[in-house]
């Protein structure tokens, strides 16, 4: 088995029941604080609320993506608009094990993870300790984007 983690946040309809649903759909075993935070790369757009959900997976990281993908689809998620922009659910593998990967359409960890304060933060809550794959530890990255 290996621990996965997966960023949950939703900006539309009833934002906090579609995040805890998504958590249960995936099979998360420990769910982050739900915080409410700013939109990131669009900012006309309503507010997120954001969380990381902890899971044990035996799925390979493609499969474990094609599952989130198949959540966000059964809670409503549609691709139209502007990247980055308002949506009812969005489902991020953040972190799969200690796992590095590149490949079309896949990359772990999230590329962008170490940019973001509502994934940091919430991931330091349900693991301080945590070293990044290939970005060292997540209290390092966590206090250079708090410092900036």
Avoid: C
Avoid at 40 to 56: C, I, S, T
Wanted: glycine content about 8%; aromatic content about 4%; cysteine-free.
């Amino acid at each position: 088995m290996t621990v996965a983690y997966v960023g949950l946040g939703a900006n539309l309809g009833d934002r906090d029941a579609s995040i805890r649903r998504a958590a249960e759909l995936v099979g998360a075993r420990r769910v982050s604080t739900v915080r409410e935070t700013e939109p990131w790369g669009y900012a006309d757009q309503p507010r997120f609320l954001n969380a990381v959900a902890e899971l044990e997976t035996d799925e390979a990281p493609r499969a474990l993506l094609d599952r989130l993908l198949e959540v966000e689809r059964a809670l409503g998620r549609t691709r139209e608009g502007p990247r980055y922009g308002p949506r009812t659910i969005d489902l991020d593998l953040l972190l799969y094990g200690d796992l590095e990967l590149d490949e079309p359409g896949l990359t772990v960890p999230h590329p962008r993870l170490h940019e973001r304060l509502f994934v940091l933060e919430p991931l330091a809550e349900l693991a301080p300790e945590l070293v990044v794959p290939g970005r060292g530890p997540l209290k390092a990255l966590l206090s250079r984007l708090q410092s900036a």
